[in-house]
């Protein structure tokens, strides 16, 4: 259509430049045969195809939100890369978080089955950030100066080395690590370099055992910068963010005494004898599907009268033993593959 609409400007545009006419002749000549006969044509293929496929001719969606619709509607791992590293990040930045999580869940199994798509060109595209510790771990082992002899003497080692014995010497140092973790919190202080030299070694000997950490820790350099618990639900974040909310008077009781205004709700919770005042801000992405959920404390002071009175009858009469734990910080749900969701706080 654009073609068609740009001829006679074109032709006008020449014949003012001072363009031949005999040129200008024929072009205006040709425009009155080809323009004519093209628009019957596609009138008449428009009218003799099914009308029901009228619509796939035409699209508003943009290129990014195609982008992000393919990478979620496949199953199928060199699709979803063609869709996400191997297309600009602006078109699927906002569900960064998907193919951080779909990255963190494959990686293994890829660095075993090496894929042909997953080429050195791609493996460039990944950001660093996005590779479980297992493979950071590697990468900073063997970047790591060591002489050759000394190689060479802990490979003779370990390969006459018995395989029982290993497995009790590994087992004794796990089971020391734990305790010195365990002193330290006991005591709830201690020295900084022991505590991060503690939780570098455990971190290491969870990977060890297969654990995929990268939803858990976000520390570099054996320093606990801050950690993050996290971890997959069987569900979508919809049925995530319904289970929060939802009413429950059982073992950990759940109970919405006031909502605000801007998504803000005051809720009760308690689990054994502890209980928590809290209010709670739900942001909710409509493009992702992901939900934000913001923690604050409260007291009693702060809360309108009708809440006060939902809460008296939330916490029943055997209260005066109970405990108030404060917390406060960001719960993000955002949706994962086979309808799944990654929680992370």
Do not use: C
């Not at 005494?257 to 004898?273: Q, T």
């Amino acid at each position: 259509i654009f073609t068609m609409t740009s001829l006679p400007v074109t032709i006008r545009i020449y014949e003012n430049q001072g363009g031949k006419e005999s040129i200008v002749e024929l072009a205006w000549s040709l425009l009155y045969i080809l323009l004519p006969s093209t628009l019957v044509m596609f009138a008449s293929f428009f009218f003799n195809i099914n009308k029901d496929f009228w619509h796939t001719f035409v699209s508003t969606e943009r290129g990014k939100d195609l982008t992000i619709t393919n990478f979620r509607e496949t199953n199928d791992d060199a699709t979803k890369a063609h869709y996400s590293f191997k297309r600009s990040k602006h078109h699927w930045k906002s569900v960064e978080e998907e193919v951080r999580a779909w990255v963190v869940a494959n990686w293994s199994r890829w660095e075993s089955e090496k894929p042909k798509w997953l080429d050195k060109d791609v493996r460039a595209q990944i950001p660093k950030e996005y590779i479980p510790i297992t493979e950071k771990l590697t990468n900073t082992s063997v970047n790591e100066k060591s002489s050759q002899a000394t190689g060479e003497v802990k490979k003779k080692k370990a390969a006459t080395e018995n395989s029982q014995e290993r497995k009790e010497r590994e087992k004794a140092q796990r089971t020391k690590e734990i305790k010195k973790l365990r002193a330290a919190v006991l005591k709830g202080k201690g020295s900084e370099k022991e505590s991060k030299e503690t939780t570098r070694n455990l971190i290491q000997t969870l990977v060890k055992r297969g654990a995929n950490d990268s939803l858990l820790n976000l520390s570099e350099d054996g320093g606990v910068n801050f950690t993050e618990i996290g971890g997959i639900a069987h569900a979508v974040p919809k049925e995530v963010h319904d289970f929060i909310f939802k009413e429950f008077s059982g073992d950990f009781k759940r109970h919405t005494i006031y909502n605000e205004k801007n998504r803000k709700k005051l809720v009760f919770w308690k689990a054994g004898k502890v209980e928590y005042l809290l209010r709670l801000k739900v942001s909710a992405d409509k493009r992702t599907s992901s939900y934000t959920i913001t923690f604050e404390p409260i007291v009693e002071e702060d809360i309108p009268s009708e809440a006060l009175t939902k809460l008296h009858e939330a916490r029943g009469n055997q209260h005066n033993n109970h405990k108030r734990a404060r917390f406060r910080g960001e719960m993000k749900i955002v949706p994962l593959f086979h309808g799944q969701s990654s929680i992370t706080w």
